[in-house]
């Protein structure tokens, strides 16, 4: 019998597996947001994104996560996605928990994200984790259907 393999990849937007898992994220979220989703769409990019994870089990990518800089001591945190069949297999918090290794790698001291109020999946995710509500920032700020979480960490993790 062989051995289950988890690999965890460093990489960018570029990335052949992190670009078709965010294609099954897009159709969700089209989905998920309804008629609010070209609006959250554009806030979506991957283009610009050159810190992006990818989770492999046993070679198949089946989950990512990515961040980009907010201000000099903040990352945002973008395109969490994981399989539908891989849920509940902590894929997810891998994901985020090594978007979150490597930002603190580079110097960051916390995070930020949005999320939207029917993902229910990723607000319990991002709890579960130490992320805290706050305010919403940016293109966000006074949006109902959005949440936005923050969580700060010890930079000597």
Known sequence: ?????????????????????????????AIRDGEDHDFYHQFNSIESLKNVVVIFHNKVAVACGAFKPYDSTTIEIKRMYTQVQSRGSGFAQMALGEVEKWAAELGYLSALLETGI???????????????????????????????FEKKWNHDR
Do not use: W
């Open 1 to 29: 019998m062989e051995a289950l393999t988890i690999d965890i990849v460093r990489t960018d937007a570029t990335h052949p597996d992190f670009q078709e898992l965010v294609k099954f994220l897009d159709a969700d979220l």
């Open 118 to 148: 029917k993902q229910p999946e990723a607000i319990a995710l991002y709890r579960k984790l130490g992320y805290h509500l706050r305010a919403n920032y940016g293109p966000y700020a006074g949006l109902k259907t959005s949440l936005c």
